[in-house]
């Protein structure tokens, strides 16, 4: 069975930083492109970030310069580094693994900006 599991999601003041994790297993990790997403209440599920199996990354305007996605394919795991946090990133952060035709979404996680 395939799982991806998020963590490191919560409360955040404004201006402050979180690191959300998503360990993946019953996949080949390492030839997976894997991608960070979120939704906010009331929103579209949208992209925040990629990096592809070959290290490629994409970010989306809303977060450039503020987040880093990174991944460890020794640990099967994807990160999301989220520095300088607004209000507007509050949303749940969802977890994604594609390949080919195969597409695999986690829990998600929640994050909340908030003073």
């Known amino acids: 069975q395939v799982q991806l599991v998020e963590s490191g999601g919560g409360l955040v003041q404004p201006g402050g930083s979180l690191r959300l994790s998503c360990a993946a297993s019953?996949?080949?990790?390492?030839?997976?492109?894997m991608g960070w997403y979120r939704q906010a209440p009331g929103k579209q599920r949208e992209l925040v970030a990629t990096i592809t199996s070959g290290d490629t990354i994409n970010y989306a305007d809303s977060v450039k310069g503020r987040f880093t996605i990174t991944r460890d394919n020794a640990k099967n795991t994807v990160y999301l580094q989220m520095n300088s946090l607004k209000p507007e990133d509050t949303a749940v952060y969802y977890c994604k693994a594609k390949f080919g035709f195969a597409t695999y979404w986690g829990q998600g996680t929640q994050v909340t900006v908030s003073s």
């Open positions: 019953g996949i080949i990790f390492s030839v997976y492109d």
